[in-house]
């Protein structure tokens, strides 16, 4: 299993989830957040907004599943054709075990390997 984190403009947050429930990826956990990233901020004027709205999805999803909801955020979250500084960022990394709260069923990720 894996740990996909994704932020992204809030404007493209709605689509995106959207396009993720259709594509068979409902389970997700959006939070609003600020920050700023290699474009350090932005300057109108005078003045300097250094951290800027963005939003967080978290979701973890199996191996298999990885590079097709990157390629569908990417898609989705990409601001026209080429992008641009401030579209967000994806990371992932290695989740060994969750657990549902509910029923307390434990999911690791060696139920993947069999």
Known sequence: MLMIRAIVRPEKVDFVME????AGFPAVTRIPVF?????????IGQI???E???ELLLMVVKNKDKD????????VAKSGDKGSFGDGKIFVSAVEE???????????SKDEEG
Do not use: H, N, W
Request: proline share 3%; aromatic share 10%.
């Open 98 to 108: 969750a657990y549902t709260v509910s029923s307390g069923f434990k999911e690791t």
């Open 48 to 50: 300097t907004y250094d």
């Open 35 to 43: 920050g700023r990233g290699k474009q350090r901020g932005i300057k």
């Open 52 to 54: 800027l709205p963005k």
């Open 68 to 75: 097709f909801v990157i390629k569908t955020i990417l898609s």
């Open 19 to 22: 396009t993720l429930m259709q």
